[in-house]
Nanobody, 117 residues
Framework: QVQLVESGRGLVQAGGSLRLSCAAS????????MGWFRQTPGNQRELVAI???????NYADSVKGRFTISRDNAKNTVYLQMNSLKPEDTAVYYC???????????WGQGTQVTVSS
């Protein structure tokens, strides 16, 4: 089992910045990829950004150039630095950890990000 604890929720004005953190604990040896997803009411959860253990990253087109995902393997923590935030970035953000060997996904509890116009 893997536990994910998110932090960094907040309310920010458009154009502002916010950083989310996600600390993993438990069977972290099994985790290959960590990432962030987001969800708004009535919509499916969508990929924001992912990062592999080796540091390879991938971003949704809507956040490229504005968001940066990074991870500190020593602290078992992944970060999402969000800059130039837009009202359409408002969502509940979920941390994800994927264990490819077992084809299992773990999720954090979700953290609200609200961007006012």
């Amino acid at each position: 089992q893997v536990q994910l604890v998110e932090s960094g929720r907040g309310l920010v004005q458009a154009g502002g910045s916010l950083r989310l953190s996600c600390a993993a604990s438990g069977s972290i040896f099994s985790i290959n990829i960590m990432g962030w997803f987001r969800q708004t009411p009535g919509n499916q959860r969508e990929l924001v950004a992912i990062i592999t253990r080796a540091g390879t990253t991938n971003y949704a087109d809507s956040v490229k150039g504005r968001f940066t995902i990074s991870r500190d393997n020593a602290k078992n923590t992944v970060y999402l630095q969000m800059n130039s935030l837009k009202p359409e970035d408002t969502a509940v953000y979920y941390c994800n950890a994927h264990a490819a060997q077992y084809n299992v996904d773990y999720w954090g509890q979700g953290t609200q990000v609200t961007v006012s116009s």
